[in-house]
């Protein structure tokens, strides 16, 4: 199926609300890594989101070239055409994109959807995440307000972050006290005093519950989640709506228990971050692939090894199934299994 159209994207968010589940979104940075989440979510019977980080699309781009946006154009191109070939929706997202970073990635990305739009087309992306989470919350909800508008005459999504996401990602170190990883009803009001609630234009945002990028045991965190139900409650008491008002989104889950994706997915997740675990599948697929072929991968003893074990695509697919399982299993523990639209 083609990526979704803005009012299919609107539509998913408002699908798995009302289902009481969530949708996975992959951080990918290479055509595989891209054609593993598409086999892995149509193996699930799951729609799903493709999002690229700043790292990613320098990757894109090529890694010893700095165009980022060139390369977040690029993955975009390249989502739209092959999943055409695939039975199942996606959306495509830029994820965590710092103050730094807005005049040579999310900018010249939304002024290519506007001129694409202005042509009669959809937007690039479906969705661009502004991170203010390093920046006093004023700045953060300011830097909101002035993109919101432009967002919402692409008819595209806008996502927040309102709160301290802790640990690293992509080169981008998330620091702040204990308590900034917890985000409060008193910011989220803040925010939703400056930005709506999706009359001024429609966003998701990411809360803190104590949630770290990277690696960890479970347990190694001390997560909250029934701090987003607590967000949800104060943001419908002050602003007169019904319950769980906000879309709100997941990051930092890795090493996160069933239960407490499951209480997070209850309180309003309708999006969640996937990398670090994929990551690793992808990974160690091939480690696993490279050792148990040694000889023929490695012209070793004065032989010529062998070709096709060697060939990139061998050792690829392997790479992209073990990632596709890992997709999967995403799709499983947040609903999403099962629930495609396609």
């Not at 989470?133 to 806008?158: C, G, Q, T, W, Y």
């Not at 997560?223 to 008491?237: D, F, S, T, V, Y």
């Not at 309180?267 to 692939?289: E, P, S």
Request: hydrophobic share 40%; with cysteine; charged share 20%.
């Amino acid at each position: 199926m083609p990526v979704a159209t803005p009012d299919q994207y609107a539509e998913m968010f408002d699908r798995a609300k009302a289902g009481g589940f969530a949708y996975p979104a992959f951080n990918v940075s290479s055509s595989q890594t891209i054609n593993a989440v598409l086999q892995g979510l149509t193996e699930a019977g799951s729609d799903g989101i493709l999002q690229v980080t700043t790292g990613g699309a320098d990757y894109f781009a090529g890694h010893t070239v700095k165009g980022r946006a060139t390369g977040a154009l690029a993955m975009a191109r390249y989502v739209h055409e092959v999943a055409k070939n695939y039975p199942v929706t996606v959306g495509v997202h830029t994820d965590h994109c710092p103050k730094d970073a807005l005049p040579g990635f999310v900018l010249p990305l939304l002024e290519a959807s506007e001129e694409r739009v202005k042509a009669g087309g959809d937007p690039i992306f479906n969705s661009h995440m502004w991170d203010g989470s390093a920046v006093p919350l004023d700045e953060n909800i300011e830097i909101a307000s002035s993109l919101l508008p432009r967002m919402k005459n692409i008819n595209a999504i806008l996502e927040i972050e309102v709160g301290v996401v802790g640990g690293e990602e992509d080169g981008v170190q998330h620091e702040g006290s204990n308590e900034a990883l917890y985000t409060t009803v008193a910011d989220v009001t803040k925010a939703v005093e400056a930005l709506g609630l999706g009359e001024q234009g429609r966003y998701i945002a990411a809360l803190t519950f104590g949630n770290v990028h990277g690696v960890y045991k479970p347990g190694g965190v001390k997560l909250r989640p029934e701090l987003l139900g607590e967000i949800q409650k104060g943001i419908a008491a002050a602003f007169g709506t019904g319950e769980k008002p906000l879309d709100l989104v997941f990051h930092g889950g890795s090493g996160s228990s069933d239960d407490e994706i499951a209480l997070a997915v209850a309180n309003g997740v309708v999006k969640m971050n996937i990398d670090t675990d994929t990551q690793y599948a992808f990974t160690r697929a091939v480690a696993g692939y490279m050792l148990s072929n040694y000889d023929g991968v490695l012209k070793i003893d004065g032989e010529v090894g062998n070709k096709k074990q060697y060939d990139p695509r061998a050792w690829g697919k392997v790479a992209e199934t073990a990632m596709a399982a890992r997709v999967v299993e995403s799709t499983k523990q947040l609903g999403s299994f099962g629930t495609s639209q396609s």
